[in-house]
């Protein structure tokens, strides 16, 4: 211990200046105060836009798509909070080495200051529903904090090194003799100031937490008082027979259902400043309240979502009874579409868009605009407080949530994902799973049942198959079926024998179609190929 005193002292008494350490701590702290500023900022700003959130839509927008797909698959829904989390972090590290080289060229963090709040500015503009003068605003405020604050602390740590050696040379002896007291004394101002910077950070950053939180349960009092109409027309109950013991129910339960969207923080909007409009080329562009929504004959319907990016067996898949407005309907009251009008794009409060063809709005699948969903409006991560459903198209092209307008335009004007290289035929492909055993589970040999999924949305399921190792194809048991636009689940009792087997499965459509065996990945359209389990039976 003594010995690290007194080398320490003898350290600093002959470098009196800023050290790296200081300026690490300097150039962490700026950078945590530029992003908390520009938090605040952009949540006191109409919208609430957050730079983090845009830069962070950009990135997953920018990354090539199998790498974001593998990112999806290995860590799942936790890729929106860690990529968050890592933005952070190579933020603060980056500002921490930077802060360390600069501390005695206080102007070279300024400049990447700048240079990293116009970089994140329009990163984020790019993807995000912000304009461009809040976006100068948010990034401007932030660099102004994140440069101030180093500068200060910087100033607090002591001179810069020029300064200390031309002192020391100038003051000779009388410096030497004054320097331990003297770096004690900038020291300690360092430690006080870096401190109060700290805590300013800390209560900056709980407050535009709390805030948004705030925000967050006002929506949540505005949706649990909602009340639902009774819906005109609707599906009948499922049926007691459409479910099958050991695997996930028929109906998905709200809190269980699948959740993919490029939002970090989720919409909040409130539905008494909320309008639903229907423009673009219709004859008479139209606009709704949600009161005038809820006042409009609405239809009750079981329809299964699946999301393009699910891959064979995968769970991005997931139904349930969603109650609303056929966009049929809408588009009535808007006159119509125009003769010109080729595809339905919706748009979210977050600027994501999706389109489909027209055509496939009118050949009898019924689209709908949902405001409920298993009976209760729709939860906030599923869109609150109206998304479209559009039966047997992945949603990536149809199932805005958060929806704000429906615009009735050309195929040119493509939505996000397709603007990013997807697929513009989003119709579902027809699928199915093994939900039990597991992949690689060890079962007892005898009756062992096997169960799963199939779905074909707007086809509908005509047959399941289980084909245990090269032996023939056997028809499974198929659940009692909720509509064409739900999947239906099946079990099949295999005699299992003791040994290494491996079962697959396949659907057929009503028209007697088989799944297609053919394997392909993710992007640009859906994966396809057979849901293969290994098992073994002891
Ligand atoms: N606003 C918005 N709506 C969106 C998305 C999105 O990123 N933003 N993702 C779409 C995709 S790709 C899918 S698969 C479905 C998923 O809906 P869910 O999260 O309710 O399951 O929402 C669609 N609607
Ligand atoms: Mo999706």
Redesign the pocket.
């Known amino acids: 211990m003594t010995t690290t005193g007194s080398a320490t002292s003898r350290q600093t008494a002959t470098t009196a200046g800023r050290t790296g350490r200081q300026g690490a701590l300097s150039g962490f702290l700026a950078a945590a105060a530029a992003l908390v500023t520009a938090e605040i900022v952009g949540f006191l700003l109409p919208d609430h836009p957050s730079l983090l959130q845009g830069v962070g839509d950009r990135i997953i927008t920018s990354v090539p798509d199998g790498v974001r797909e593998g990112l999806i698959q290995l860590v799942g829904t936790l890729d929106k909070p860690l990529l968050l989390i890592g933005i952070v972090l190579v933020l603060l590290g980056g500002a921490a080495v930077l802060g360390a080289l600069s501390r005695d060229r206080p102007g070279q963090f300024r400049v990447a200051v700048i240079v990293v709040a116009v970089l994140a500015g329009s990163l984020s503009l790019g993807s995000s529903t912000s304009t461009i003068v809040g976006t100068v605003l948010i990034a401007g405020a932030g660099a102004v904090a994140g440069s101030c604050l180093y500068g200060r602390l910087m100033a607090a740590a002591g001179p810069v090194a020029d300064a200390v050696a031309s002192d020391a040379v100038a003051v000779d002896t009388v410096a030497f003799e004054d320097e331990p007291a003297r770096t004690q004394l900038h020291r300690r101002s360092f430690l006080r100031a870096a401190a109060l910077a700290a805590v300013g950070v800390a209560v900056g950053a709980a407050v535009v937490g709390e805030a948004r939180r705030a925000l967050g349960n006002g929506i949540e009092a505005v949706r649990a008082a909602v009340v639902l109409p009774r819906p005109a027309i609707s599906d009948p109950p499922v049926p007691a027979g459409a479910n099958v013991v050991g695997i996930a129910p028929a109906i998905t339960p709200n809190a269980d ?7 970090l923080y989720l ?1 909040q909007v409130d539905t008494s400043s909320y309008t639903l409009s229907l423009g673009g080329l219709v004859a008479k562009p139209s606009s709704w309240s949600y009161a005038q929504l809820m006042a409009m004959p609405q239809v009750e319907r079981i329809v299964t ?6 891959g064979v067996g995968g769970d ?1 898949v ?1 139904n349930a009874r969603w109650q609303g407005v056929p966009l049929r309907a809408l588009l009535d009251l808007a006159g119509g579409p125009t003769s010109t009008a080729e595809q339905v794009l ?1 748009q ?7 389109g489909f063809p027209l055509e496939l709005a009118l050949d009898g699948r019924e689209p709908f605009v949902a405001f409920a ?1 298993n009976g209760e409006p ?2 906030v ?3 609150f407080p109206a ?2 459903v559009v039966p047997g198209l ?10 704000t307008s429906i615009t009735l335009t050309t195929l040119d004007d493509v939505g ?2 397709v603007g990013l290289g997807w697929s513009m035929d989003g119709r579902i492909i027809g699928a199915s799973r093994i939900d039990r055993p597991k992949h690689d589970d060890t079962v007892p040999a005898g009756s062992v049942v096997v169960a799963g999924r199939a779905w074909h949305q707007h086809v509908g399921v005509g047959g399941v198959q289980v084909q245990v190792d090269s032996e023939p194809w056997q028809d499974a048991t198929l659940a009692d079926g909720m509509g064409t636009n739900a999947w239906r689940l099946w079990s099949y009792p295999w005699a299992a024998v003791s040994g290494q087997h491996e079962l697959k499965v396949r659907m057929i459509d009503p028209d007697g179609t088989v799944q297609s065996s053919l394997v392909r990945s993710v992007f640009p359209g859906a994966s396809s190929g057979l849901d293969t389990i290994s098992v073994t039976v002891a």
Do not use: I, Q
Request: proline share 5%; charged share 15%.
């Open positions: 259902f699948y959740r993919v969207d490029t939002a919409p979502l699946t999301c393009v990016s699910n991005l997931s919706g979210s409060a977050d600027g994501f868009t999706a969903m729709l939860p991560e599923h869109g998304r479209l992945y949603g990536y092209v149809s199932a805005t949530k958060w929806l996000y994902w």
